[in-house]
């Protein structure tokens, strides 16, 4: 089975800040939901964990996996989505003009603006490369696999998986420490 998780709270999420590719650790509550993660799922077998190199997903991870003999690697195809000048920006929703709210209120229509890092184009690129290179080969061997990684990323990757529109990019409901199975 192939699971995914999005990385526990950080002070950024708490503000409502958007991150991206800033590398914000942990907070103290997103430590505690990782830790209540590992004793949720610690029934669940995992041969493997792929995760994204930002501090927020590793320390996701490291929780989850912790007395676990469960090899953790770092895939920089994992991380978050890319907004360039736009990350640390708090409470986007409020700013009627913010050109990044088009991703998040109609995704199909996103173009990246010039200085917001990545595309979606971009974004979908990479993660059928990691699923077509890392993932299928691991599912047709019958492993279980952890992901850890991000909101946007792991919406792509469910996207993705399950064939939907980009309409439908947001529709996964991504709960941040709540194991999702991908195939």
Same mark, same amino acid.
């Given at each position: 089975?192939?699971?995914?998780? @999005?990385?526990? !709270?950080? %002070?950024?999420?708490?503000?409502?800040?958007?991150?991206?590719?800033?590398?914000?650790?942990?907070?103290?509550?997103? @430590?505690?939901?990782?830790? /209540?993660?590992?004793?949720?799922?610690? #029934?669940?077998?995992?041969?493997?964990?792929?995760? *994204?190199?930002?501090?927020?997903?590793?320390?996701?991870?490291?929780?989850?996996? !912790?007395?676990?003999?469960?090899?953790?690697?770092?895939?920089?195809?994992?991380?978050?989505?890319?907004?360039?000048?736009?990350? #640390?920006? %708090?409470? *986007?929703?409020?700013?009627?003009?913010?050109?990044?709210?088009?991703?998040?209120?109609?995704?199909?229509?996103? /173009?990246?603006?010039?200085?917001?890092? %990545?595309?979606?184009?971009?974004?979908?690129?990479?993660? !059928?490369?990691?699923?077509?290179?890392?993932?299928?080969?691991?599912?047709?061997?019958?492993?279980?696999? =952890?992901?850890?990684?991000? #909101?946007?990323?792991? *919406?792509?990757?469910?996207?993705?998986?399950?064939? =939907?529109? @980009?309409?439908?990019?947001?529709?996964?409901?991504?709960?941040?420490?709540? =194991?999702?199975?991908?195939?």
């Amino acid at each position: 089975m192939i699971y995914i998780l @999005r990385h526990g !709270k950080t %002070e950024w999420n708490k503000l409502k800040k958007l991150q991206g590719r800033t590398d914000i650790p942990l907070c103290d509550e997103g @430590r505690v939901m990782a830790r /209540e993660a590992a004793e949720e799922y610690a #029934g669940v077998h995992f041969d493997v964990c792929y995760c *994204s190199p930002l501090i927020r997903a590793r320390e996701t991870a490291e929780i989850i996996l !912790k007395d676990r003999n469960v090899p953790i690697i770092i895939d920089d195809r994992l991380k978050e989505m890319a907004f360039g000048k736009y990350e #640390g920006i %708090e409470r *986007s929703f409020d700013i009627p003009d913010c050109p990044i709210n088009v991703l998040f209120n109609a995704p199909e229509k996103y /173009e990246a603006p010039a200085d917001a890092g %990545e595309s979606l184009d971009e974004l979908f690129a990479r993660v !059928k490369d990691f699923i077509d290179e890392v993932i299928m080969p691991l599912q047709e061997a019958g492993k279980d696999v =952890l992901i850890v990684g991000h #909101g946007a990323l792991n *919406s792509c990757m469910l996207t993705q998986a399950k064939g =939907l529109p @980009r309409k439908d990019f947001w529709s996964h409901g991504i709960v941040q420490c709540k =194991l999702m199975p991908l195939f």
